[in-house]
Nanobody
Framework: QVHLQESGGGSVQPGVSLRLACEVL????????MGWYRQVPGQIRGLVAV???????KYADFVKGRFTISRDSAENKSYLQMDNLEPEDTAVYYC?????????WGRGTQVTVSS
């Protein structure tokens, strides 16, 4: 069995930084693309950032250089560094990973940005 465990969410004020972490646990033979997505109530889940095994990254336009995705292959983890957070970033953030050629999702971690 494989599962993804997120950590690092919370409630912060605008302009503050947060770092989300995602750890892949279980019987792992390979990990491909890893990503972060977010969802606001009433809206569909959308891409925040993805990182491929070679390190290539892709970001949603709204990131505007504020977020950085990274991965630690030795630790089977991905990270999302979020700087200069805005109230519009409030959402549930989900990590995703292709593990053993199957797509897996975490349960989500809440990020709330409010003054």
């Amino acid at each position: 069995q494989v599962h993804l465990q997120e950590s690092g969410g919370g409630s912060v004020q605008p302009g503050v930084s947060l770092r989300l972490a995602c750890e892949v646990l279980g019987s792992i033979r390979s990990i491909g693309t890893m990503g972060w997505y977010r969802q606001v109530p009433g809206q569909i889940r959308g891409l925040v950032a993805v990182i491929r095994t070679g390190g290539d990254t892709k970001y949603a336009d709204f990131v505007k250089g504020r977020f950085t995705i990274s991965r630690d292959s030795a630790e089977n983890k991905s990270y999302l560094q979020m700087d200069n957070l805005e109230p519009e970033d409030t959402a549930v953030y989900y990590c995703q990973a292709v593990v053993n050629q199957y797509d897996y999702w975490g349960r989500g971690t809440q990020v709330t940005v409010s003054s």
